[in-house]
T-cell receptor, first 111, second 114 residues
């Protein structure tokens, strides 16, 4: 069974601080995605990384795929209250036809 | 744009009752999924349908059945509900098997089994 472990599980920080969320697995993935989920809604895609070592930036968010394609990180610079939400990573392996989601990191940014 | 629509949004069941969660997508996607979300456990795949006419078990299929009625619709049935099935259920769809393809989610169905 493929597992994706995220850390930390919960994070509460002040506005303006930086943070990093980790997504780790013992399995190799063809691609890895990050989603953000607001209360009462379904997850929404933030980014997809495909190549080992790939780094993508989305405004203040920086995503990195590990060289071995087993792990990923999400770094937020100067967090804002609007970043509050549940962050989920999801791994896809070619030929499995399914996405496996991580355990989630619940972020709260205080004004 | 409707995207992925699932019904009902809220449901309370008694132990042993049956019910069907309905899901429809209007994006002409080939693949559809049912996930459940529990606190601290992220999203766990119950069943998925790679394409019309096929269904396969995910991580936690026990106690559930699915039907891919046509390309648009994918339903999830609880034959005899148990309190352990209290959860938020999400239907989702995606376009193809290409790496990095986006999954689009419905708004969720809150199910409580008492």
């Amino acid at each position: 069974t493929q597992l994706l472990e995220q850390s930390p599980q919960f994070l509460s920080i002040q506005e303006g601080e930086n943070l990093t969320v980790y997504c780790n697995s013992s399995s190799v993935f063809s691609s890895l995605q990050w989603y953000r989920q607001e209360p009462g809604e379904g997850p929404v895609l933030l980014v997809t990384v495909v190549t080992g070592g790939e780094v993508k930036k989305l405004k203040r968010l920086t995503f990195q795929f590990g060289d071995a394609r087993k792990d990923s990180s999400l770094h937020i610079t100067a967090a804002q209250p609007g970043d509050t939400g549940l962050y989920l990573c999801a791994g896809y392996t070619s030929g499995t036809y399914k996405y496996i989601f991580g355990t989630g990191t619940r972020l709260k940014v205080l004004a | 744009n409707a995207g992925v629509t699932q019904t009902p949004k809220f449901q309370v069941l008694k132990t042993g009752q049956s019910m069907t969660l309905q899901c429809a997508q209007d994006m002409n996607h080939n693949s559809m999924y049912w996930y459940r979300q529990d606190p601290g456990m992220g999203l766990r795949l119950i069943y998925y349908s790679a394409s019309e006419g096929t269904t396969d078990k995910g991580e936690v299929p026990n106690g559930y059945n699915v039907s891919r009625l046509n390309k648009r619709e994918f339903s999830l049935r609880l034959e005899s509900a148990a309190p352990s099935q209290t959860s938020v259920y999400f239907c989702a769809s995606s376009d193809s098997w290409m790496d990095g393809n986006t999954i689009y989610f419905g708004e969720g169905s809150w199910l409580t089994v008492v």
